[in-house]
């Protein structure tokens, strides 16, 4: 097992980052999610730790052995593609002894350890099949299998559950998880998917536009955005983000109403030296508690039900929509007015010119 | 317009007499009439041919002889099989068709290992390496002929025999007659083998060679578990046409040594030839003779088709 850590790591395709510099320690054993959208650089960001792309200037150093220039089978590093990548031309049991013989193990031994792994991942009736006529998630397991099969000090995975249909995901998801728990091995897994790296990872790395904006913990990445882009790609829906005007008593939001302001954001605010009070409040639906006293107004936009609980679609006096969860049971008219107010604990400031966080 | 062209369209399909003169074809008949030229010339030129010379092979015939065709059952065959000339114009023929074969899978396979990876030039030099592909066989003898001469060929001296006496003489001498057909015939076609090999080579995913990298395979070990397997299903097609080829080799050989010395390098197609157009013109054996090549030739493909169905299939 492994610690991975990369210094300054940057990737150039020509004059264009693909990576930014990027700094990251991951601790031996911890499952690491790398999320953003599409073509933020984390493929790249893998691909550097497993030696297939070229590091353009920065340092990756496995438990403290500098590999930044090492080939990938000098890494003990293991890799599930995105498109998993099998060997066509072989079996299922072919594809996951392949790196056992290419390591030159005996015969028997490698017998014993794909049917250890095959019985881990339950795909020992396949084993004699050749990938093309195995499903999405037959495949994926034979390419988990692969990876497992040779103890790697660390899992790098790119999307490994992105070509599979959406009930099988959290199927995988969760078998995944489970192998992590077992064998607590240092895994780096991608995803384009929130909800996925919420469930799954120990901290979250949120990229955007080659460049990380926040590590955390789940917890920490939902809670407590380091920036804008991270407050609305976290959550379905993300968090509410409306213009506000901090003033003496609370904060002003669009169209009138005034939310109060605990006292330990109103010192925060006062140190961030905004001009003239403008800032970006930013609150979770759950920060929503409509009741018949509240302080702020909104009309019933939509409603959704989600089983157990409501989704409100709120429109603010400025037509502005916002998202607030209500009971399950609650009756809101469509295009009725409600009182809410806003869970002072719950709100968050941004800077509306740099769009970061202000820190209470 | 259009109404005019609806009307027409309906009165055709029932069968009235269209308004204009002109005759309306179902796609049926379109189709029939396109086939129909191709179908009476397969016949001509093919089918009768096939089925009239297995005819002929059952008996004594020979086209300048005036005497009709007489039915001799299996004779001509019985007497091929039981010659030992034409057993050694099949020996020589199966040594050459394996030397040559192997020799110009084994170049053009390399070939192509070191024109896969692109570097400048490279698709100037692929192009060029094709060139012998393109000549005519009886063109390429012509100068081969020159450059294997002994007396001011530039073979020897290319390989170091200066001394005429002493060098080789390639054409002239029964142990490296075959050698010099089996020569030209690699440097005429392992190009054909590189350029299938190419096409295989060229759609080997590169993923593979990362997956085959993280899973800590050694290059050879690479060569040997991914880049022959996945190649292996052109190749094979390779070697089979080369094969059939290597079976049929006449022209090169007439070109070359025309059988010789002695009756070193006289293939079946060869004696075939003579049988056939000199001497007696014995239709009707040289016919019988034609039909066990094709026997031959048809088993060894399906060798080589099962072979490649076993690959397809796994
Ligand atoms: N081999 C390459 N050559 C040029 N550009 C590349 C290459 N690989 C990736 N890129 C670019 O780098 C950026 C990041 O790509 P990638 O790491 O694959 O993103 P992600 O995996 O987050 O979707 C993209 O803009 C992509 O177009
Ligand atoms: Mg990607």
Redesign the interface.
């Known amino acids: 097992m492994a610690n991975i850590e990369l210094r300054g790591v940057e990737k150039k395709f020509g004059d264009v980052f693909a990576v930014k510099p990027l700094d990251l320690t991951i601790k031996d054993g911890e499952f690491i999610v790398l999320l953003g959208p599409s073509g933020c650089g984390k493929t790249t960001t893998l691909r550097m730790i497993s030696g297939l792309e070229a590091v353009t200037v920065g340092q990756i150093l496995l438990d403290g052995r500098d590999v930044t220039w090492l080939h990938p089978s000098e890494r003990d590093i293991a890799f599930v593609f995105q498109f998993f990548a099998l060997y066509s031309h072989m079996s299922a049991r072919d594809n996951i002894a392949f790196p056992l013989q290419a390591a030159g193990m005996a015969r028997h031994e490698v017998k014993e350890r794909v049917a250890q792994v095959a019985a881990l991942l339950r795909i020992d009736h396949i084993l004699d099949r050749k990938p093309g006529a195995l499903s999405g998630g037959d495949q994926q397991r034979v390419a988990l299998a692969r990876a497992l099969v040779r103890r790697p000090a660390a899992f790098l995975m790119d999307e490994p559950l992105g070509a599979l249909d959406a009930e099988f995901r959290e199927t995988m998801r969760a078998e995944i998880k489970k192998l992590h728990l077992a064998q607590h091995a240092t895994t780096v897994y991608v995803t384009h998917d929130q909800i996925e790296a919420m469930a799954m990872g120990d901290r979250i790395v949120i990229m955007s536009a080659a460049v990380v904006q926040q590590v955390g913990t789940p917890t920490e990445v939902y809670h407590n955005p380091a920036n804008l882009f991270v407050a609305r790609f976290i959550g379905s829906p993300g968090m509410n983000l409306v213009k506000a005007k901090v003033e003496p008593d609370g904060a002003r939001l669009p169209g009138g109403g005034l939310a109060p302001i605990s006292d330990r954001w109103r010192r925060a605010l006062e140190g961030s030296g905004l001009e003239d009070g403008s800032v970006v409040l930013g609150f979770r639906p759950e920060a929503v508690q409509v009741h018949d006293g509240g302080a702020l107004r909104a009309g019933v936009y939509a409603d959704d039900l989600h089983g157990g609980y409501t989704m409100l679609h709120l429109e603010l006096a400025d037509g502005e929509i916002i998202h607030g969860r209500a009971a399950r049971d609650a009756m809101n008219a469509l295009g009725s007015a409600v009182r809410f107010d806003l869970d002072p604990d719950m709100m968050r400031f941004f800077n509306p010119e740099t769009e970061m966080a202000i820190l209470s | 317009m259009s109404q005019v062209n609806a009307q027409r369209g309906l009165s055709s399909r029932q069968e009235t007499a269209p308004p204009t003169g002109r005759r309306q074809l179902s796609d049926m008949r379109i189709v029939q009439l396109f086939i129909l030229p191709t179908i009476i010339l397969l016949i001509l030129m093919n089918i009768f041919p096939l089925i009239y010379s297995l005819f002929l092979s059952f008996t004594n015939y020979s086209v300048i002889s005036s005497d009709p065709p007489v039915w001799v059952g299996l004779d001509n065959y019985t007497h091929i099989l039981s010659d030992p000339d034409f057993w050694h114009n099949f020996a020589t023929t199966g040594t050459y068709a394996l030397l040559s074969v192997s020799l110009q899978t084994i170049v053009g396979f390399a070939l192509a290992m070191l024109l896969r990876s692109k570097f400048a030039g490279s698709g100037i030099i692929t192009t060029l390496v094709l060139v012998p592909m393109m000549l005519s066989p009886i063109v390429v003898a012509v100068f081969w002929r020159l450059i294997f001469n002994p007396s001011y060929g530039i073979l020897n001296p290319i390989l170091g025999f200066t001394d005429i006496n002493t060098s080789p003489e390639w054409l002239g001498d029964p142990a490296l007659a075959l050698w010099a057909i089996v020569i030209v015939d690699v440097w005429q076609w392992s190009p054909f083998v590189m350029l299938l090999c190419l096409a295989g080579l060229s759609a080997i995913?590169e993923?593979?060679y990362?997956?085959?990298?993280?899973?800590?395979?050694?290059v050879w070990?690479q060569f040997r578990?991914?880049t022959l397997?996945?190649v292996m299903p052109l190749l094979l097609i390779a070697v089979l046409f080369r094969t059939i080829e290597a079976f049929k080799q006449f022209d090169l050989v007439q070109g070359l040594t025309f059988g010789g010395p002695g009756d070193a390098t006289e293939t079946v197609s060869v004696e075939l030839y003579r049988l056939a157009f000199q001497g007696q013109f014995e239709t009707g054996l040289s016919s019988a003779l034609a039909y066990i090549v094709l026997v031959v030739i048809v088993a060894i493909s399906n060798l080589y088709i099962r072979a490649l169905n076993r690959l397809r299939e796994?």
């Open positions: 995913p993923y593979l990362e997956a085959a990298a993280i899973d800590r395979a050694s070990f578990r991914i397997p996945q796994g």
